[in-house]
């Protein structure tokens, strides 16, 4: 029924948390548009995202974010050869606005429907504008709700290596960073203000749990942090809020490092990636970098936009299923504590 020979040309959607965006990807590397509808300004005002607040702002936004996503690819729905969506994790009523709209969609113009994992979509993003770029690889997801190492051992196939034992990266640098006083999110402050702090003022513990282990920890530095902004409030100690941040991200980025380097020699693989929000920080980007051309080790990086939430890295993954035949029904529902590898169904 579907001409697999063809180019495959893929609407997608994603909608998981706080960005509502579509996006039309040809063959899986090649973004034909990315439209990108963030709601950061309004949840800023309440310091984190308010899941109900996300879900009504979705359906506001959601009709013209796909009319301009197919017009700025100058293309129709009837050039589209398959809707794809994220089905999980996430909010589960964000989820459940793209999905209901991806369903309605697809059904309507005939097409098939292809459920993507948000996590799945932030490794498959490491493809987009690289023809080179192929498994396997490990790849390091970092983002707001996941930090794991996964062995990427082909298009769809992942083993997850490690992950974390209890906050996100993302997490932890969004805590801190309300902590020193920064707005949500507090990635690209604590980022930004780094630049101008000393890394090595405040000796944060870069918690590596054993030393073979690839899982993480990341609430013992932040209650470190916690505990010496405490402390220095009590004892009217002057704080550097740019100093307590380059350290916090130093003693982060250290342990992200060090541990991708173990998992790639580990498993005897030359090339590395990363994927999720906090893949987009500056410092992690030129650290591992660093340390995979110490190594011998070949990284992809890929453009800040495509670290952060968007569709287009659902296009991609949605690609490979695609061409797999791997498609969805109907009844396709929004799982909001998807594991990545596990259909929910
Ligand atoms: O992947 P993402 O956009 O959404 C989730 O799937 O969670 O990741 C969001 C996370 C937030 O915690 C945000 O603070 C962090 O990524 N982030 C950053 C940077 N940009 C976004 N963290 C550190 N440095 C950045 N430049
Ligand atoms: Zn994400």
Redesign the pocket.
């Known amino acids: 029924m579907f001409d697999v020979s063809k180019n495959a040309i893929i609407l997608a959607i994603e909608s ?4 509502t965006s579509a996006a039309v990807v040809e063959n899986g590397r090649k973004v034909l548009s990315n439209v990108i509808s963030s709601q950061i300004a309004i949840h800023k005002r309440y310091g984190g995202v308010v899941p109900e607040i996300a879900s009504r702002k979705h359906i506001e936004n959601i009709d013209d974010v796909i009319y301009e996503a197919l017009l700025q690819a100058e293309i129709s729905l009837s050039d589209v050869s398959a809707v794809a969506v994220t089905y999980g994790p ?1 909010l589960v009523g964000a989820l459940l606005v793209g999905l209901s709209y991806a369903k309605a969609v697809a059904f309507a113009s005939n097409k098939p429907l292809i459920g993507v994992h ?2 799945e979509g ?1 490794i498959c993003a490491n493809y987009i504008e690289n023809d080179d770029w192929k498994p396997p690889f490990i790849c390091l997801v ?5 930090t794991h190492l996964v062995y990427v051992k082909d298009y769809s196939e992942y083993e997850i290596l490690g992950k974390t034992r209890d906050d ?7 805590k801190v ?1 309300r902590a020193i006083g920064l707005p ?9 203000l780094s630049k101008r702090g000393n890394s090595s003022a405040i000796d944060f513990p870069r918690v590596t749990l054993d030393n073979s282990s690839l899982d993480f920890s990341f609430s013992g530095l932040k209650s470190a942090v916690l505990n010496y902004l405490n402390k220095a409030k009590m004892t009217g100690g002057k704080i550097f809020p740019e100093d307590v941040a380059a350290s916090f ?1 130093q003693a982060v980025v250290d342990v992200l490092v060090m541990k991708t380097i173990l998992a790639c020699k580990k498993f005897g693989i030359k090339s590395a990636a990363m ?10 980007r030129k650290s591992m970098r660093e340390a995979c051309e110490k190594e011998g080790i070949t990284l992809n990086v890929v453009k ?1 936009v495509l ?4 569709a287009a890295m659902i296009g991609s993954a949605a690609y490979f299923k695609y061409m797999g035949g791997s498609f969805d029904d109907w009844d396709l529902n929004a799982y909001p504590s998807l594991k990545l590898g596990e259909k929910a169904f």
């Open positions: 998981s948390c706080d960005e996430g948000h996590i932030h970092v983002s707001g709700g996941h996100a990266a993302g997490e932890a640098y969004d960073a949500y999110p507090g990635g690209p402050e604590i980022d930004k991200q994927a999720g929000g906090v893949s987009a920080n500056s410092f992690l800040p670290c952060t939430d968007n």
